[in-house]
């Protein structure tokens, strides 16, 4: 089946630097990818959608400066948080379109911005 | 554009009994349908997906849905829990006549199976 791996699984870092996750499809090429956050008990919300070889869409209300996406090839979307703050900590989940038109999630990565 | 509602933010139930997680949606489009079920701090794992066809949708753990387009929709069921069961649950919808439309989820859905 659809494998989609994200990277890394937890990461902590001080205030004011940036972080950089990645999210690959592994046996399939994904040319849409899309980035959600996850606050604590709460669902999903939709960040952005990556697309390969263009601009990511962001939704209403996410900073395109804050968290910048880069979907530079078919099976390789990044998020990368700059300038990170304790308010960014959460649960960012990437997931990707797979062959039987079904969404593959990848197992989530936990930043903590202390 | 698209939104989903599920009723019951906690559902309390005895193991080996039955359990319906509810989940309605609103579209003015045809849509996709989802469950994904969540284990703590993990990713989402597939359940079931509603494409097209028969309304019926057997899924993953002996997991079923029906899709009731008239009444919009798309209810999680299982005859039998189980202690493992427990964990969150998210109903999900996207936009059938676009190719690669996002995934538009519930607030979710937190079962708890009693021993």
């Known amino acids: 089946g659809a494998v989609v791996s994200q990277h890394p699984s937890r990461v902590i870092c001080k205030s004011g630097t940036s972080v950089k996750i990645e999210c690959r499809s592994l046996?399939?090429?994904?040319?849409?990818m899309f980035w959600y956050r996850q606050f604590p008990k709460k669902s999903l919300m939709l960040m952005a959608t990556?697309?390969?070889?263009?601009?990511?869409?962001?939704e209403q209300g996410v900073e395109k400066d804050k968290f910048l996406i880069n979907h530079a090839s078919l099976t390789l979307s990044t998020l990368t948080v700059t300038s990170a703050h304790p308010e960014d900590s959460s649960f960012y989940i990437c997931?990707?379109?797979?062959?039987?038109?079904?969404?593959?999630f990848g197992s989530g990565t936990r930043l903590t911005v202390v | 554009a698209q939104s989903v509602t599920q009723l019951d933010s906690q559902v309390p139930v005895f193991e080996e009994a039955p359990v319906e997680l509810r989940c309605n949606y609103s579209?003015?489009?045809?849509?996709?349908l989802f469950w994904y079920v969540q284990y703590p701090n993990q990713g989402l794992q597939l359940l079931l997906k509603?494409?097209?066809?028969?309304?019926l949708v057997k899924g993953i753990n002996g997991f079923e849905a029906e899709f009731n387009k008239s009444q919009t929709s798309f209810h999680l069921r299982k005859p039998s829990v189980h202690i493992s069961d427990t964990a969150e649950y998210f109903c999900?919808?996207?936009?059938?006549?676009?190719?690669?439309?996002?995934?538009?989820f519930g607030p979710g859905t937190s079962l708890s199976v009693i021993p």
């Open positions: 997931s990707a379109r797979d062959r039987g038109k079904g969404y593959t």
């Open positions: 046996d399939f090429q994904a040319t849409t």
């Open positions: 990556s697309n390969e070889g263009s601009k990511a869409t962001y």
């Open positions: 579209s003015s489009v045809s849509v996709y």
């Open positions: 509603y494409l097209s066809g028969s309304t």
């Open positions: 999900a919808v996207s936009d059938q006549s676009r190719t690669y439309d996002k995934v538009i």
